[in-house]
């Protein structure tokens, strides 16, 4: 049972443009959403994370949306940039419920086209 | 500087041998987590420890067993009964108690079934 969904396995941009990763979630114990980087044969980064209570964060060319109702939450990266090329994880914690295990999509590969 | 280091980087093993991969961290995390990376499967969480002498089944935990003597060590075996091993393991720490700031990740092991 996939709590975590990212149905794009991959994306190509335009470098310059936006681009927008989606991720849907089942579990509506979940509170707590972040997003990964991912080069190959290397550990995830961390990038971005948002809260239940919010429905809007940005860090600089990253902003992510997430929206209750609809238990979906994306990414935008604008200007999309070379270096944003790699897999894009979703992952979603219960942390009110005491679940702190991150519970992980099965990835975007974002591919930025220069 | 603080990290989390997985060694080895690559890792062959004959069928029918248990392998031990490590996991070392310096950031006085108390959570440590193994995670399994999949093409098209995302990660999805092997064991996971929130305390010293104690470790918790993840969601994928058969054919594998861990240890957590020392809050900065957290190895994985990958024993025989592991009908499919070959896989990029991802070992991962972070604040007990928290998730914000997600988890650190240590570079990972591919291990290979040869």
């Known amino acids: 049972d996939q709590q975590v969904k990212q149905n794009s396995p991959s994306l190509s941009v335009q470098e310059g443009r936006i681009s927008i990763l989606n991720c849907d979630y089942t579990n509506s114990m979940f509170d707590y959403f972040l997003w990964y980087k991912k080069y190959p044969a290397e550990g995830p980064t961390f990038l971005i994370s948002?809260?239940?209570?919010?429905d809007k964060n940005e860090d600089g060319r990253f902003t992510v949306f997430l929206n209750k109702s609809a238990k979906h939450l994306s990414l935008h990266i604008v200007p999309s940039q070379p270096g944003d090329s790699a897999v894009y994880f979703c992952?979603?914690?219960?942390?009110?419920?005491?679940?702190?295990?991150?519970?992980f999509g099965t990835g975007t590969r974002l591919t930025i086209i220069p | 500087d603080g990290g989390i280091t997985q060694s080895p980087k690559y890792l062959f093993r004959k069928e029918g041998q248990n392998v031990t991969l490590s996991c070392e961290q310096n950031l006085n995390h108390d959570a440590m987590y193994w995670y399994r990376q999949d093409p098209g499967q995302g990660l999805r969480l092997i064991y996971y420890s929130q305390i010293v002498n104690d470790f918790q089944k993840g969601d994928i935990a058969e054919g594998y067993s861990v240890s957590r003597e020392k809050k900065e060590s957290f190895p994985l075996t990958v024993t025989s009964a592991q009908k499919n091993p070959t896989a990029f393991y991802l070992c991962?720490?972070?604040?007990?108690?928290?998730?914000?700031?997600?988890?650190?990740f240590g570079s990972g092991t591919r291990l290979t079934v040869v």
């Open positions: 991962a720490s972070s604040v007990s108690g928290t998730v914000s700031g997600g988890y650190t």
């Open positions: 948002i809260s239940s209570i919010k």
């Open positions: 992952a979603a914690s219960g942390t009110r419920s005491g679940n702190e295990k991150l519970t």
